[in-house]
């Protein structure tokens, strides 16, 4: 028989509640790919601390991130679920995936510049400047084959396949050279306030938290913000708030698009945003109760953070080691 391929995605812990975009845009995507694939999923805390966060939220958010992980459906006993800091393997692996990473390149990365711009580039760390090279050593540790991932993430899964050749060119065959697993029906969802930028856990106005009350959830996207004409289209270019809320519709209910639509000949705005509303409370009652579950019982989830991060830590382990050799560093004790 042969082995399935192996996938590996993370989401950061940057904030108490997910956003509706990352379900829909990345951890619905990782339920699906559970069957047929090993798959490691991780809450990314060291990504996290690229920007300053306050120790107690953290820690709370790092917990409610694993828990909706599993709320959201990935079985912690068919994946590989944990914590990033709790395999080390990860920052040393870092380490030396920096030391052969050019300075130009590592500039080239567009997220960088991005998110440094956000949050003023005076203030932007190292960290966050050399992140997307974590990502690669998050990758590469578990010798993944696809990386399940957004289009903005290409770029890093480039700069993974570029180091990966890499180092086995220069130091002899140790790393798999993984592929970008870009879904193609994969949602994007958009800010509701402004549906030019995408929805973001750090732009929470325009963000709908899959933890908020049914309330809040409705009235959020009761006041999306649309156009001033009535006729329901999908039309991202012209229309991209009416768009929006029928992509949100149409991926939480495994309908096309175009057939949603259809529903809403000769129906206003109000209709739609009523449905819209409907089936994410409809998503998000069960899901946050699901997550206060887990959330009750620390000790379990303690138990299986341990529990992944000792499944994760024995490929980790492997390949870090086989690395050091290959570069000629000394085994401890060996
Ligand atoms: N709006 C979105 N539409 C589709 N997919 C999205 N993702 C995020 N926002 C959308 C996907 O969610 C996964 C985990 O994201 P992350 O938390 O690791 O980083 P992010 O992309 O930076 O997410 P946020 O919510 O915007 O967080 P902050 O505000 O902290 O930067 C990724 O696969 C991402 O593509």
Not at 99 to 122: H, P, V
Not at 267 to 283: C, I, N, P
Not at 293 to 302: F, K, R, T, W
Not at 323 to 331: S, T
């Amino acid at each position: 028989m042969s082995t399935p391929p192996r996938v590996l995605s993370g989401i950061q812990p940057t904030a108490g509640s997910f956003q509706l975009g990352n379900y829909l845009g990345a951890v619905r995507n990782w339920v699906a790919l559970q069957e047929g694939n090993d798959a490691y999923y991780m809450v990314v805390d060291l990504h996290a601390i690229t920007v300053e966060q306050d120790p107690a939220e953290l820690r709370d958010n790092i917990r409610l991130a694993y828990a909706q992980i599993i709320a959201a459906g990935v079985d912690p006993s068919t994946s590989t679920l944990f914590v990033q800091s709790h395999v080390p393997e990860h920052a040393q692996l870092g380490w030396v995936m920096q030391c052969i990473t050019g300075f130009g390149e590592a500039s080239r990365m567009t997220q960088f510049k991005d998110k440094s711009a956000r949050n003023g580039s005076d203030h932007a760390s190292v960290g966050l400047f050399t992140y997307p090279i974590l990502q690669v050593a998050d990758i590469l540790v578990y010798q993944a084959d696809g990386v399940p991932v957004g289009e903005d993430q290409r770029q890093h899964v480039e700069l993974t396949r570029d180091l990966a050749q890499r180092f086995n060119n220069r130091y002899g065959p140790t790393f798999t050279v993984p592929k970008a697993l870009i879904v193609k029906e994969t949602a994007k969802i958009f800010d509701l306030q402004d549906p030019t930028a995408k929805m973001s856990k750090s732009m929470p106005h325009g963000a709908v938290f899959l933890l908020d009350d049914p309330e809040v959830i409705t009235k959020r996207i009761k006041s999306a913000v649309t156009d001033s004409e009535t006729e329901v289209r999908f039309d991202p270019e012209s229309k991209p708030g009416v768009s929006n809320l029928l992509t949100i519709l149409a991926t939480l209910t495994d309908r096309d698009v175009h057939t949603v639509v259809t529903d809403y000949d000769g129906k206003g705005y109000g209709a739609l945003k009523s449905d819209t509303a409907d089936a994410v409370v409809e998503f998000a009652e069960p899901f946050a109760a699901r997550v206060r579950e887990l959330m009750s019982d620390p000790a379990e989830l303690h138990r299986l953070m341990t529990e992944g991060s000792a499944k994760a830590r024995e490929v980790a382990s492997h390949t870090l080691a086989t690395a050091y050799d290959r570069l000629g560093l000394i085994a401890a004790g060996g």
